[in-house]
């Protein structure tokens, strides 16, 4: 049995970088969307920024989670189809990148007006993001064993 504070151990898991990699872009989006909250509540623009620069952020390091991501399917299932709990989260995964990419897109291009309310539009694909993001972390947390599904 391997020590808990093995760091050999821990980093070369067959799987274990997308599990580190994967809650970074996600504390970070969810930070963001608080950092929203909290800029329209007290109108400030400071906090607007920090949303802003946290989801930039998110985005960013999501492309790292999707690529380790990738690499842990090939090793766990041997490159076969996905199939069940794992094409849901191959799904959850792929819209997840690409909802959060669209945000800072339509937050990039507004970025520069700072007295700038957020968009109906943007308010809507952000929760939608919350809840694909909730969903696809649930079904890794199953894929890892952390989650029990009981039937």
């Known amino acids: 049995m391997a020590h808990l504070f093995d760091l050999k151990t821990v ?3 067959k799987h274990a970088q997308h599990i580190i990699m994967i809650h970074f872009p996600i504390a970070l989006f969810f930070a963001s969307g608080l950092f929203d909250l909290i800029a329209h509540w007290r109108k400030s623009a400071s906090l607007r920024n ?3 620069y946290n989801l930039l952020a998110a985005s960013i390091s999501s492309v790292p989670a999707v690529a380790t991501g990738l690499i842990a399917w090939q090793i766990m299932y ?5 199939k069940g709990i794992i094409l849901f989260h191959l ?3 792929i ?5 959060l990419w669209v945000l800072a897109l339509i937050r990039f291009r507004g970025h520069k007006e700072l007295h700038v309310r957020l968009s109906k539009t943007y308010i809507v694909l952000a929760v939608i993001t919350c ?3 909730t969903i696809t972390s649930h079904l890794g947390g199953v894929l890892s064993g952390v989650v029990t599904v009981v039937e």
């Open 11 to 13: 980093m070369f898991a």
């Open 78 to 82: 041997g490159g076969s189809s996905p």
């Open 91 to 93: 799904i959850g995964a």
């Open 95 to 99: 819209t997840s990148f690409a909802l």
């Open 50 to 52: 920090a949303a802003y």
């Open 131 to 133: 809840l694909v993001i």
